[in-house]
């Protein structure tokens, strides 16, 4: 196979200036705005040749929801180090149980 199999991800969120500024500030890069229509989207940024998948936060009230009951998204953190602790203390999110097992594994899930 020559390219990873997921192209592109989208995570849908409630308040789309909150979501940004907490993922700004946990991995410490600049996510890119962009309005496509009725979608409000940040892109999370990419390397070129680098491994992984693309893609974005999407604020589109009535077209995606966020839920407790979707898809897992794993992130990996430049230093290797993606901890609870990373999390500015000003910065606050909830977890549910699916995502328990994940923070325990030192990985954060929303």
């Known amino acids: 196979m020559k390219n990873t199999v997921v192209g592109w991800f989208e995570i849908p969120v409630h308040d789309i200036d909150r979501a940004v500024k907490f993922y700004e500030a946990v991995f410490g890069f600049e996510m890119q705005r962009k309005k ?5 989207m940040a892109w999370f940024p990419t390397v070129e040749g680098g491994m992984g998948s693309e893609g974005s936060l999407v604020h589109a009230p009535g ?34 149980k699916r995502a328990q097992c994940a923070l325990q594994h030192e990985r954060i899930c929303w």
Not at 69 to 94: K, M, N, R
């Open 36 to 40: 496509l229509g009725p979608l409000d």
């Open 63 to 96: 077209f995606f929801a966020p839920s407790s009951d979707g898809t897992l998204v794993y992130f990996t953190a430049p230093s290797g180090d993606l901890s609870i602790e990373l999390v500015p203390s000003q910065l606050s999110f909830t977890t549910n």
